[in-house]
């Protein structure tokens, strides 16, 4: 299990530069613009590019022929592929795609920890309209995440809770369904009671006009922390779990400000101090600045503090 597990994270620096040097000969075009469709262009490519990179090993992808959580899955080589029960799957991997110039990736990582597996994982994308010469632009990965998807629930869930939403428990469900038929066991909640996902209690409707919330599980969303109690979940999953760290690492090296508003000035100036800087009369952005410009690993130092 864990073997497709490590390969496919191995391999997909290789699989990303052969996606670069495709679509940088292939997709030119005159302006790239936001909300292009792109980006899930980009993450079909991925299922076939890392099949030419996994010719020598006895797994291969495929792509969910329906409405499955996951986009795609790691299969054995020459075996019979059930979807239903899973047979002839290695583990199954969930793909999104965050365009570096926009604000938010529409893509949601809203699967529940029952809907997934223990060895699935998680492919996060993000790319940028590149300007390739001086007429024309393509699109570019420049950088992605790839790893367990367990332990990102866990954080997402964490953070979730602190920040006032719950998830449905089967013995109170708003729908007042008996525990045993209860579906919408585990869905979340918003603060506000309304639910998440289309598949949440009815009764937890945001409107008439409004099926669900859809904020829960944002990409990038979904680590932010508005009280001093979530900052603390924050920091306590980030320094006991690596997969967590690495998740929090690459978005905050993607999205700089998202880093800027986590942390306080003082955990900043701590880190500054620390290593010798000179913070005197520097603004918390400043800091930040210099942090990043000068410790290199930085971020392994505000995970430990
Ligand atoms: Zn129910």
């Known amino acids: 299990m864990t073997d497709a597990k490590n390969i496919i994270i191995q391999i997909s620096p290789k699989v990303f530069e052969e996606i670069n040097a495709f679509s940088s000969k292939t997709f030119l075009t005159r302006g790239g613009r936001i909300g292009s469709g792109m980006g899930m262009l980009l993450e079909a490519l991925w299922g076939y590019f890392i099949n030419i990179e996994l010719k020598e090993y006895p797994y291969e992808i495929a792509w969910f022929p329906d409405h499955q959580y996951n986009d795609f899955a790691c299969l054995h080589k020459e075996q019979e592929w059930k979807p239903e029960s899973k047979e002839g799957e290695a583990l199954r991997i ?23 597996g223990d060895d699935d994982l998680l492919l996060v994308i993000v790319w940028e309209w590149r300007q390739i010469d001086s007429i024309y632009f393509a699109p570019i990965i420049i950088d992605h995440f790839i790893n367990s998807v367990q332990p990102l629930i866990k954080l997402r869930d964490s953070l979730h809770l602190k920040r006032g939403g719950s998830f449905v428990d089967a013995q109170k469900c708003p729908d007042g369904c008996t525990p045993k038929t209860c579906s919408h066991f585990g869905e979340p ?15 937890c409707k945001p409107s008439a006009n409004v099926s669900y919330a859809a904020n829960f599980g944002g990409l990038i969303r979904m680590l932010k922390t508005s009280n001093p109690e979530a900052f603390e979940e924050f920091r306590k999953i980030r320094k006991e779990d690596e997969i967590a760290h690495k998740y929090i690492s690459f ?5 700089i400000e998202e880093e800027l508003n986590q942390y306080p000035k003082s955990k900043l100036d701590s880190v500054a101090i620390k290593n ?4 005197k009369g520097k603004s918390k952005a400043e800091i930040h600045k210099l942090i990043r410009e000068s410790i290199p690993e930085y971020q392994d ?5």
């Open 189 to 203: 909640l918003n603060a506000a009671g309304k639910r998440e996902r289309l598949t949440g209690p009815l009764s």
């Open 276 to 279: 010798g800087l000179d913070i």
């Open 94 to 116: 969930e793909v999104k795609s965050m365009n570096k110039g926009a604000d938010e990736s529409k893509a949601h990582f809203d699967v529940l920890s029952k809907e997934i």
């Open 301 to 305: 130092q505000l995970r430990n503090l």
């Open 251 to 255: 978005i905050h090296t993607n999205y």
